[in-house]
């Protein structure tokens, strides 16, 4: 901290800044709040916790710290997997969670606006009531926010077909790191007016301006007619050639998702879905174009199933049964989390790399004797291997992260990208470091140095800051 300013002092002068009761500085807020959900990612104590209600109130708290040389580290619901919204030294968490109104629902234009801490399945059902549709879904969609979603351009389930949170965003309302307030974008179908700015702040994770609104834009949700199709296969590679074969083919499926038997025996336990027990993967594909023309896209997909050593294929169309049928998806991380900590990858490759990547991920468990759980967004290539070590054994946790590393350069071998959804944050620096050229590395120092010469947001985040 600035030596003029005391731990007493900051917290009676942050109060200024915002309502009384939205300063935490008690031992259990600032613990509460000093981390993400990564595991293994360090973090330290924060001097002290803002709930922050409006943009303004956002702006004063950042305008406090950048003039008292202090950093500020944004957060929305900590549900991030790589250590972003990990505290630093000498920081303040400004937590968005309180921020939750939807603004507007434009059925016009087919836009919305909502604050940062919306939960993205708020919106997606409050759109719905309007007869539109929020495609972004990741995994987190009941908990995470908007605006964490846009600060790590986030993924999900259907983005195979429909695009990440990115491809959604029309406009921000940014706080800078000198606290002024500016407003990117556009409201219209179209403008190209001065540089991209909100696609630099989308998946910016926080490191140059805090988003504090989300202006997006919206599909209809008439039009589409649903329809699943899950098959298990007696191995992993066998599971991933079928999903190379689908991409070759020309079918682009609304989804398409990967689990492996690991991941298949947690749910089950935990849920009693009364899942198949002797197969090694389970494949979950989603069409949703109307009519014979989706039967038919349904079909094919149900075939290549088959002919890539796929067994008990299933076709569904009752939403209600579409549902049940991606329970298990979506559930697999948080059955996982029940048997111990989860040091989560997310690595992309090439969908025709899918197999071989799938096959290292297998050799690096083996080979380190570390257990490897899989499940994926196969469709598009985004694979999360689940390295599971026990609480307390060291010498686990060591080969766990030799397997970690092992993975993100394989994955960088095949082509790939060593995150494909859920950031750099602190953990995929290395791997970033390694996949950026060095004048692309120099880019971002510059474009950092440029909107935040003091370093006051979230420092050490989203790239290689040190030459």
């Not at 929020?134 to 429909?162: E, R």
């Not at 948080?334 to 900590?341: H, K, Q, S």
């Not at 291997?385 to 609480?391: E, G, S, T, Y």
């Amino acid at each position: 901290m600035n030596s003029t300013v005391t731990a007493k002092d900051l917290v009676g002068e942050l109060a200024g800044c915002v309502p009384q009761g939205q300063v935490l500085s008690d031992t259990d807020s600032v613990r509460k709040y000093s981390h993400d959900d990564a595991e293994w990612a360090p973090f330290t104590t924060p001097l002290a916790v803002v709930l922050a209600q409006t943009t303004a109130e956002v702006a004063a708290v950042v305008s406090y710290a950048s003039s008292h040389g202090l950093r500020v580290v944004p957060r929305g619901a900590g549900t991030g997997l790589s250590g972003g919204a990990n505290s630093v030294t000498n920081c303040i968490v400004v937590s968005l969670e309180l921020m939750t109104r939807i603004l507007e629902i434009n059925t016009d234009e087919s836009l919305a606006v909502a604050e940062a801490g919306v939960i993205n399945d708020d919106l997606r059902e409050a759109v719905a009531a309007k007869g539109l549709w929020y495609p972004p879904d990741p995994a987190s969609y009941k908990i995470s926010t908007l605006g964490g979603n846009a600060a790590t351009n986030a993924g999900g389930i259907c983005c195979v077909k429909y695009g990440v949170t990115g491809d959604y965003v029309l406009g921000l309302t940014v706080v800078l790191p000198d606290g002024e307030i500016v407003h990117l974008g556009r409201r219209t179908a179209k403008g190209v007016t001065g540089y991209d700015l909100t696609s630099l702040l989308v998946g910016s994770e926080g490191t140059l301006g805090i988003i504090t609104e989300v202006t997006v834009k919206l599909l209809p949700m008439s039009g589409r007619e649903d329809r699943a199709v899950i098959g298990f296969f007696p191995s992993l590679q066998s599971a991933g050639q079928a999903v190379a074969t689908v991409a070759a083919s020309g079918i682009v499926p609304a989804a398409l998702e990967l689990i492996d038997s690991m991941c298949l025996r947690a749910v089950d336990e935990w849920l009693g879905l009364e899942l198949p027990q002797d197969v090694h993967a389970l494949l979950l594909a989603k069409v949703d174009e109307p009519g014979t023309t989706g039967a038919e896209l349904a079909n094919r997909v149900a075939t290549i199933f088959s002919d890539s050593g796929g067994t008990n294929i299933e076709q569904a169309t009752d939403p209600k049964e579409i549902d049940r049928l991606f329970l298990a998806r979506r559930m697999a991380y948080p059955a996982l989390e029940r048997l111990g900590p989860v040091l989560t990858e997310d690595v992309c490759v090439p969908r025709s790399a899918v197999p071989e990547m799938l096959s290292r991920i297998q050799s690096s468990a083996a080979k380190n004797q570390v257990v490897i759980a899989n499940i994926a967004h196969a469709g598009d290539g985004n694979l999360h291997p689940l390295i599971i070590a026990p609480v307390g054994d060291v010498a686990a946790v060591a080969r766990a992260k030799t397997a970690f590393d092992e993975i993100v350069d394989a994955c960088r071998e095949l082509g790939g990208t060593v995150t494909g959804e859920h950031g750099v944050g602190l953990l995929k620096l290395p791997g970033a470091a390694a996949e950026l050229e060095q004048g692309v590395i120099n880019l971002h120092r510059s474009i950092k140095k440029a909107l935040d010469p003091r370093g006051t947001l979230n420092p050490g985040k989203a790239f290689p800051h040190q030459p």
